[in-house]
């Protein structure tokens, strides 16, 4: 059985104070005797011997231990400096504290992220650089770890030099041989980034679902991922919508088209614009429309859609009426063109918007649009008797503006070209909106000139025959009764 040193040590320290107290009485007896017994003699330097041989052996164990004490030392601090080596080449910031929240290691890590605040943390605790409330919220954390005898994971934020960090804390308790929480040692990871990023996919999974426009990721056949929007557009619950390829949605009659459309993106065009219909889960027929592109790296098709099927109803009536309208226009032209009297039609802005072929002849002008809606820019207007002006805003097409209704103004229109007099009757209408607003104008001519020269020709014959008539009765008189004569 192998002795250790320290029982050893122990052993031959007990021996060798026996032997000096064998020695002393001995020694003493013979004092006390005056005894020369050569057998104590013997004995005694026998013990004296022995003492020696012992004191060597305790001198040499000891020697020996020192040696031992001294190699593990050094073998101590070489493990220490590898130790700190290591950990001063790890990207995570790694401390070992006291009990009381001394720093006892740290490697340049950690060191680095109070480099401002502390040029060595050795031996200090964080109240020493610390604003209180941050170091008691540190200090907080320490104490627990000691409270569960375990580790904890755990989040901190320090402030550096760019910014507010992020950290993922590992804190563990350190033993000692005696089972007992001595020391707390703490790993930490900086997971700023990873935060961001995490913050951004939350911000962009709530933006994929609480957006009001339909978002789509598909692959080439299926849906991968779809907001509750476009369910809300079809009807269809998002499991429904994910467990069937989307062809089993799209009317029949688009899905080829869908497909050659599809294709495009391989090509690495982006779909713009892109129209078809769906079936919704009622039964009803929706129009959609798609823009997307293809992330090449996943395969993967980003989409936005929208439900148009209002718009494309509304376009399609807005068609219809718009037909509707082009026949009624067409028709109205015609009837218009078959007037004999001239007719201008001018919007609230004054510009005229149609003049019949009786206009463009009286107007002696063949586009419409370069007909003014001012007469004196065409024509001298008068009354009827040749000479006096006609007040330009009394004209039926300015009253009309004003929403009053004129009835056969009786002008003569002198043409400033051809100095042409016509003798026409004037009216106006105008033209109004849902808000009572007048948005036109409509102004009619006839032309009676005609008709006035045939009257004054007529005029003229009868005070002609009327004379004529009169010189024949008195001649007639005069031969009935000659004696008056």
Not at 360 to 381: K, Q, T
Request: hydrophobic share 40%.
């Amino acid at each position: 059985m192998k002795l250790s040193a320290k029982i050893r040590i122990t052993s031959g320290y007990i021996i060798n104070m026996i032997v000096i107290l064998a020695i002393g009485i001995i020694h003493l007896n013979q004092v006390t005797t005056r005894s020369e017994n050569l057998l104590w003699n013997w004995v005694l330097f026998a013990l004296v011997v022995l003492s020696i041989g012992m004191l060597t052996t305790v001198f040499f164990m000891l020697k020996k231990q020192l040696k031992a004490k001294k190699i593990y030392e050094m073998e101590l601090l070489k493990n220490q400096k590898l130790l700190q080596s290591i950990i001063d080449n790890t990207s995570s910031p790694i401390c070992v504290k006291k009990l009381n929240g001394e720093y006892l290691l740290v490697n340049q890590q950690y060191q680095k992220l109070f480099q401002s605040k502390e040029q060595n943390l050795i031996g200090k605790t964080n109240h020493d650089f610390l604003e209180k409330e941050v170091a008691d919220r540190y200090r907080n954390s320490d104490l627990e770890v000691i409270k569960a005898e375990n580790e904890i994971h755990i989040e901190e934020t320090i402030e550096q030099a760019d910014g507010v960090h992020t950290y993922l804390s590992v804190k563990f308790p350190l033993f000692d041989s005696s089972n007992r929480i001595y020391a707390i040692g703490t790993i930490a990871t900086d997971i700023t980034d990873r935060k961001k990023t995490e913050q951004s996919l939350k911000a962009a999974n709530n933006f994929f679902n609480l957006s009001i426009d339909s978002l789509v990721i598909a692959n080439n056949t299926s849906f991968i991922k779809v907001n509750p929007s476009i369910s809300k557009i079809l009807g269809y619950s998002t499991s429904e919508l994910l467990e069937k390829p989307f062809s089993s949605f799209i009317f029949p009659e688009d899905i080829s088209r869908t497909f050659e459309e599809i294709k495009k993106l391989d090509k690495g065009e982006n779909i713009i614009n892109f129209k078809n219909r769906w079936v919704c889960k009622d039964g009803s027929v929706k129009w959609l429309t798609w823009n997307a592109t293809l992330d090449k790296s996943t395969n993967l098709i980003y989409a936005v859609v929208h439900d148009i099927t209002e718009e494309i109803k509304l376009k399609n009536e807005a068609e219809e009426e718009r037909n509707e309208l082009l026949e009624s226009q067409q028709k109205m032209n015609m009837i218009i063109e078959n007037i004999s009297d001239g007719v201008i039609v001018a919007n609230s802005d004054k510009q005229v918007l149609l003049a019949n072929h009786s206009a463009n002849e009286l107007f002696n002008i063949e586009d419409d649009y370069s007909i003014s809606f001012n007469f004196s820019n065409h024509f001298d207007v008068f009354y009827p008797d040749g000479k006096t002006t006609f007040p330009s805003q009394e004209l039926p097409a300015q009253r009309a503006l004003a929403g009053e209704i004129t009835n056969d103004v009786d002008v003569i229109l002198k043409n400033l070209e051809t100095k042409e007099k016509r003798r026409v009757l004037l009216s106006g209408r105008p033209i109004a909106n849902s808000q009572n607003e007048v948005v036109a104008v409509v102004v009619t001519i006839k032309d009676i000139s005609v008709y006035k020269k045939l009257e004054e020709d007529l005029e003229k014959k009868d005070l002609e025959s009327r004379s004529m008539i009169g010189y024949k009765l008195e001649h007639v008189k005069k031969r009935k009764n000659p004696q008056k004569d």
